[in-house]
């Protein structure tokens, strides 16, 4: 007799499993824990197999039976349900690694590693809010530039040109894996190198004319705030550091005596293997710099920061405590900010003082090469940036009294 619903529902365990028949080869087994599994027996190429058809109550009496049916039908043409199960479990495993979403988890899995992981977040960010939910689902295989186009279309138009050129970039390199690993046939994003109109680059605010500069360092110097934002608002033109580099900095980093800052390579703007490995980045130290230190040292030096937070020594100064400092002395960002005096440095002291070019950017910590592509020696160049950093510390103070004449390009600016 078939089985009725009543009857599954009623059926208890025992102490051995045992079966309920129903029909055409179908049973349901119940184990002594209770569970109650649906099964069907056939035989395939002269031997017993069993067919796993699903566990009650999740599947019920009729479906269990439409699964059965189904796999006495694929017998009927002489094709095996255990083996074509398989077949197409394994076809959906790799239909869903190869999707794009699937594919871009695994390039960045793979490597992100060598990103900090600030710049790996931001790229899987990037994807899983511009990408993923359009075409994250599609086969990489089948995807082709139209495909990608409105992706991008739909960032240009909220105004993010950069962010639809860097979500480009990335979908290209996500391609690029999936040809490297024989899931695709090209990069399809690069067909799209010109679907976008140039991205505007903003630079941070700068002051590079001299008259303008001394009026705001003069402005500075007139900073009425908490004495450590003071003192990181007079000391940042002085060290061509990043305003992270400069709040974070430990007192553990610097010989006040040999006027050097020793910046870890940890904390400088590189890939991950170079914050790992790289060689620390030194910063000489003019008179005056040291002179705000050595004040700064009375304050703060029995701390680990040199520029702590009013919340607690535990952790270092806000990075909006200088930008506020700056809206508060009146000075919009579109004039000036504290990551602009990296700008300020790299035009004037070429400009101005006729430091060669090569030492500046070593100063800021730039890599340079020379014509056959050598780095150059950073140590080696220490000598003149030290002369850079104190004649560039000297210069900020003849600005200040309003009294430098500086020939640029030819003329001459009071």
Known sequence: MSLTDLAIRNAESREKPYRLADAAGMYLEITPAGGKYWRLKYR????????????????????????????????????????????????????GANTFEAVAREWHLKFSPELSESHAARNLRRLEKHAFPYI????????????????????????????????????????????????????IAADLRDALPPAQVKHHAAVTEPVALGA?????????????????????????Q??????????????LDAAMWTVPAARMKRRKAAKESGPDHLVPLS????????????????????????????????DMAMSGAFKRMGIDSDTALPHGWRATARTLAVEALGTPPEVIELQLSHEVRDPLG????????????????QKWADYMDELKRGAKVVPIDGGAVA
Request: net charge positive.
């Open 44 to 95: 395939f190429g002269g031997k017993e197999k069993r067919l796993a058809l699903g566990v009650y109550p999740e599947t019920g009496l009729k479906q269990a039976r439409e699964r059965r049916d189904a796999a006495r039908q694929q017998l009927s043409q002489g094709v095996d349900p255990s083996v074509a199960r398989k077949a197409e479990k394994q076809a959906r495993l790799v239909s």
């Open 136 to 187: 994250g689902a599609r086969p990489i295989a089948d995807l082709i530039p139209a495909d990608l186009l409105p992706v991008l279309q739909r960032i240009e138009k909220t105004g993010h040109i950069e962010t639809a050129h860097r979500v480009r970039v990335l979908i290209g390199q996500v391609m690029r894996y999936a040809v490297s690993t024989q899931r695709a046939q090209r990069d």
């Open 216 to 240: 705001l360092l003069r402005a500075v110097d007139g900073y009425s705030g908490t004495a450590t934002v003071t003192a990181a608002l007079r000391l940042a033109p002085l060290v061509f």
């Open 242 to 255: 990043r305003p992270g580099e400069l709040r974070q900095a430990e007192w553990t980093e610097f010989d």
């Open 287 to 318: 008179r005056q710099a040291v002179a705000i230190l050595r004040d700064l040292y009375l304050l703060t030096g029995r701390g680990r920061f040199c520029f702590p937070s009013l919340r607690g020594g535990d952790r270092c100064m806000s």
């Open 374 to 389: 050598r780095a150059y020696n950073r140590v080696k160049w220490l000598d003149a940036r030290r002369d850079l950093m």
